[in-house]
Nanobody, 124 residues
Framework: QVQLVESGGGLVQAGGSLSLSCAAS????????MGWFRQAPGKEREFVAV????????YYADSVKGRFTISRDNAKNTMYLQMNSLKPEDTAVYYC?????????????????WGQGTQVTVSS
């Protein structure tokens, strides 16, 4: 069965960096657009970033543009999120997700598979 497993979350001070990974199995990884979402306590799950199958086409939420970088390694069935200049408002559970589409989708409904999430906490 399909599994998406996030890792790399943790506690960091404001201005610091973290790198998240999402290891995928049970699917043909290069057939899927891969995205990152996040959910803060009491808030809706929101889009963060997405990459197409090739990794060359990406799209970011305005709130993270210029600070976060999404990438993927199809040979390793793994996606990454490099997060720099972190802010307290970036604190959330971060989820990776897979969408069987060629589009750069920001909609949760487009994503078929989800990981269990990894906690990112940014202290001020």
């Amino acid at each position: 069965q399909v599994q998406l497993v996030e890792s790399g979350g943790g506690l960091v001070q404001a201005g610091g960096s973290l790198s998240l990974s999402c290891a995928a199995s049970g699917l043909t990884f290069e057939n899927f657009a891969m995205g990152w979402f996040r959910q803060a306590p009491g808030k809706e799950r929101e889009f963060v970033a997405v990459t197409k199958w090739s990794g060359f086409n990406t799209y970011y939420a305005d709130s993270v543009k210029g600070r976060f970088t999404i990438s993927r390694d199809n040979a390793k069935n793994t996606m990454y999120l490099q997060m720099n200049s972190l802010k307290p408002e970036d604190t959330a559970v971060y989820y990776c997700a897979a969408a069987y589409t060629i589009q750069l989708s920001t909609s949760r409904e487009a994503y078929r598979y989800w990981g269990q999430g990894t906690q990112v906490t940014v202290s001020s």
